[in-house]
């Protein structure tokens, strides 16, 4: 009897050590994957780029090659990044701070399309189709009064996953005391939150104006400021030179600013498929503004780990 029982021990043992080993061998070459890869793509991408500096024509294949380990890189950055997708939440340094751009390493090539004075009839939802057709998630700054007059078309920008930020009610150019700014910021914040359950922390001022009172309650509530870094200008230019105006300007980290309401813009609309096609032959990976700040945290930390 004892030595059956003894037999029984050695035989659970013995299972539960190969199921042991088994799961060993099964989920560690995963979580090795998960957490290091980023290490030797640096190192290629330097010498890649070091050699391209001494001789800056003489071969397109490494330059190429250079480009691929950017995009994989900034996609990597992004998978990581999975379970914080499609949120309107900035990480916490950047609340209550001013933003441009992302300040992204240079091993990244990631922008983010950014769009204003929305929700608007027609164009808002061909813009969403075209973002929809190449896979792209992008950032809308929402004027409260629009939301207000096309609540749909609001949610289905919501809906299709893309960030939302907070562009005043009334997209006006004037001056605001504190209870002033609280009435188009706080009401717009109500209305997003009512129709989308979204709870934004980007606030986008009219017109790029940072010092008429609405900016500092912004800052104040503790939204992050989001300004941009490449300007369309499609509000006033015909479709070749927007499309220019946002080529000349593209740097990885950039924030592009464009239109899809508050007027006509069907041009906005033309550029836009010419516009994603070209940064995307240049490298490009299209993400959201709360992407792109946390990409920027992600190598902070990165950083901060590799000097312990
Ligand atoms: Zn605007």
Do not use: C
């Not at 199921?19 to 010498?47: H, W, Y």
């Not at 939301?147 to 919501?158: F, N």
């Not at 009401?187 to 129709?195: A, P, Q, V, Y």
């Not at 299209?286 to 992600?298: A, G, K």
């Amino acid at each position: 009897m004892k030595r059956l029982l003894r037999r029984r021990k050695t035989l659970i043992v013995a299972f539960i050590a190969a199921t042991a080993s088994f799961l060993l061998g099964v989920t560690l070459p995963i979580n090795l994957r998960a957490n290091q890869p980023l290490k030797p793509i640096q190192a290629q991408v330097l010498t890649v780029s070091q050699s391209q500096e001494q001789k800056p024509t003489s071969n397109i294949n490494q330059f190429k090659q250079a480009i691929a380990h950017r995009v994989e890189f900034s996609q990597q950055a992004l998978a990581e990044l999975q379970g914080m997708r499609f949120q309107s939440t900035v990480p916490d340094q950047f609340q209550g701070t001013t933003i441009r751009e992302a300040k992204l390493d240079s091993q990244h090539k990631a922008i983010a399309l950014t769009f204003d004075d929305g929700p608007w009839p027609k164009t808002t939802t061909q813009i969403l189709e075209i973002l929809k057709k190449n896979n792209i998630k992008a950032t809308f700054f929402w004027v409260g009064r629009y939301l207000q007059a096309y609540p749909d078309i609001g949610k289905q920008v919501a809906a299709a996953g893309h960030a939302i930020g907070n562009h005043t009610w009334n997209h006006q150019y004037i001056k605001y005391n504190e209870d002033g700014a609280a009435r188009e910021i706080d009401r717009t914040s109500s209305l997003i939150e009512e129709l989308t359950g979204i709870q934004t922390s980007m606030f986008r001022p009219p017109g790029g104006i940072l010092n008429n009172g609405l900016a500092a309650y912004a800052q104040k509530k503790n939204y992050s400021v989001v300004m941009w870094s490449a300007d369309s200008f499609d509000w006033r230019t015909l479709t070749e030179s927007l499309i220019d105006n946002v080529m000349r300007q593209a740097k990885s980290g950039g924030i592009v600013l464009m239109h899809d309401g508050g007027g006509n813009r069907a041009r906005t609309v033309k550029a836009l498929p010419d516009i994603i096609a070209r940064l995307r032959k240049e490298g490009y990976i299209f993400v959201t503004v709360p992407e792109l700040l946390q990409m920027q945290e992600q190598e902070l930390k990165r950083q901060e780990t590799a000097k312990k």
